[in-house]
């Protein structure tokens, strides 16, 4: 799955990584078994976040009973049905969110849009600081297809993100869309036989090791800073502000 320079990278890696947790989330149409080449991908990623020792839980959406909406549990509005809050578990104890999607139609899939509106579910929760559930998470984006778009859906996907309170690092999304128009996709068999199409793509793996990397030293920052400081984007502080009392001394 890695190629010498992934492996060199990890095998010189001098951080500890081993008390971050990672969740993948992959938005592809199909549901297990089928294959995913969104999951072809993703195992990059996943890879090289757990030869950092990274835990790592993956979920594939579509194989879930979500149900549409923007509140954490549809069934407390008139569905019969929603795996959601199961989900959330995962999200919640994540300090990396990783999102890979296909492209269709040049968007990204409908099962990656349903995810973004249950994120944004959360965004009036909030942590023991008064801050949105999200802060002290970073969040990135995979993207596979042949379609033209990594970046427009790359561009959607992260703004959904940090606009939740996901911090983003540089370089978060990557991915690999190949010739425009039918034809193979990211790991599919070469036809001559030499390979797997995609896998050899210097400039997919520099750009996914790029991301994955970032992710974990911001993750990294982020755990030993005890999150993002919450001066001056407490929820709980503002509201103290709004009614002109004193402010909490733990906010400072």
């Known amino acids: 799955m890695l190629d010498e320079t992934q492996q060199k990278l990890c095998d010189e890696n001098t951080t500890d990584f081993s008390d971050l947790r990672a969740l993948t989330i992959n938005c592809t149409l199909k549901k297990s078994p089928d294959g995913s080449h969104t999951d072809k991908l993703l195992g990059v990623c996943e890879t090289i976040l757990v030869r950092n020792g990274v835990s790592l839980e993956q979920v594939r959406l579509v194989d879930h009973d979500i149900a549409p909406g923007v509140y954490?549990?549809?069934?407390?509005?008139?569905?019969?049905?929603?795996?959601?809050?199961?989900?959330?578990?995962?999200?919640?104890?994540?300090?990396?969110?990783?999102?890979?999607?296909?492209?269709?139609?040049?968007?990204?899939?409908?099962v990656c849009q349903r995810l973004i509106e249950r994120l944004y579910a959360h965004s009036g929760q909030r942590n023991e600081r008064g801050q949105y559930i999200f802060y002290g998470k970073v969040g990135g984006c995979i993207v596979t297809g042949n379609e033209d778009g990594i970046?427009?859906?790359?561009?959607?996907?992260?703004?959904?993100?940090?606009?939740?309170?996901?911090?983003?690092?540089?370089?978060?999304?990557?991915?690999?869309?190949?010739?425009?128009?039918?034809?193979?996709?990211?790991?599919?068999a070469k036809e001559d036989g030499s390979g797997y199409v995609g896998f050899d793509n210097d400039f997919t793996r520099r750009n996914t090791t790029f991301m994955t990397w970032n992710l974990m030293h911001m993750a990294r920052m982020l755990k030993d800073a005890g999150g993002i400081p919450c001066h001056g984007n407490s929820v709980d502080l503002w509201n103290e502000g709004r009614r002109f009392d004193a402010p909490n001394p733990e906010y400072r």
């Open 151 to 188: 970046k427009h859906v790359g561009m959607g996907v992260l703004y959904s993100l940090q606009h939740v309170g996901y911090t983003i690092p540089p370089q978060a999304d990557a991915g690999w869309i190949g010739e425009a128009g039918p034809g193979p996709s990211y790991g599919d």
């Open 72 to 110: 954490p549990d549809m069934t407390e509005h008139g569905h019969d049905a929603d795996d959601w809050p199961q989900v959330w578990e995962k999200v919640e104890a994540a300090d990396i969110l990783i999102v890979g999607t296909p492209i269709w139609l040049g968007e990204k899939s409908s």
